[in-house]
């Protein structure tokens, strides 16, 4: 059974960058999509982007657009998200989470990490 | 951007009740929708893909349905550990996949 445990939480200042790490155990990684979400105080998640692992094919969310990259490893199985020029908008837990795509149904995801928390004060 | 709303935000239920969740799309997404529990500081867990299918080892008490704009999500027999907020996501726009805001549901 495939496993996402992420990096620590992370406090940063305004205008720094965060590098949060996701990695797969108990599977297949490279193959499989890793997505990332965001869920910032008191709001729904957010899709960050998504990436193909043994590709390195990125997808982006248009809000995050030249502030976000997401990286994979295949050779140790981890996925990297870092975001740059952060601001108090962006404190939120991140998640990344496996991806299953068909024909039928489209995607879904359905193996999380366990969240990274990133404050910016 | 496709633009999910769900409702209601919050409800009060007991252990036992049966409870429905609406989730509305702002198109015609057939049914490609995703709904997800999470409970505080864990991981999201995947309840139902395609609006309706089940799962891998997710209860029968959870039932979903819908296609087009309109879906619902419904809990037969709520158990103490349903008490969590959920989410529904539409996977039509791929890869970019829109969230609802979310419906808690709390002990009454």
């Known amino acids: 059974q495939v496993r996402l445990v992420q990096s620590g939480a992370e406090v940063k200042k305004p205008g720094s960058s965060v590098k949060v790490s996701c990695k797969a155990s108990g599977g297949t990684f490279s193959t499989y999509p890793i997505s990332w979400v965001r869920q910032a105080p008191g709001r729904g998640p957010e899709w960050v982007g998504r990436?193909?692992?043994?590709?390195?094919?990125?997808h982006y969310a248009q809000m995050f657009q030249g502030r976000v990259a997401l990286t994979a490893d295949t050779s140790t199985s981890t996925a990297y998200m870092e975001l740059i020029s952060l601001n108090s908008a962006d404190t939120a837990v991140y998640y990344c989470?496996?991806?299953?795509?068909?024909?039928?149904?489209?995607?879904?995801?359905?193996?999380w990490g366990e969240g990274t928390t990133v404050i910016v004060s | 951007d496709i633009q999910m709303t769900q409702f209601p935000s919050s409800l009060s239920a007991s252990v036992g009740d049966k409870v429905t969740i609406t989730c509305r799309s702002s198109t015609d997404i057939s049914t490609f929708l995703n709904w997800y529990l999470h409970r505080p500081g864990e991981a999201p867990k995947l309840l139902i893909y395609g609006a309706s299918t089940l799962q891998s080892g997710v209860p029968i008490r959870f039932r979903g349905r819908g296609s087009g704009t309109d879906f619902t999500l419904t809990i037969n027999s709520l158990q103490p550990g349903d008490f969590a907020t959920y989410y529904c996501?539409?996977?039509?726009?791929?890869?970019?996949?829109?969230f609802g805001g979310g419906t808690k549901v709390e002990i009454k």
């Open positions: 990436i193909v692992p043994s590709l390195g094919i990125t």
């Open positions: 989470a496996r991806v299953i795509t068909g024909n039928l149904f489209s995607y879904y995801m359905d193996v």
């Open positions: 996501q539409q996977s039509y726009s791929v890869p970019l996949g829109t």
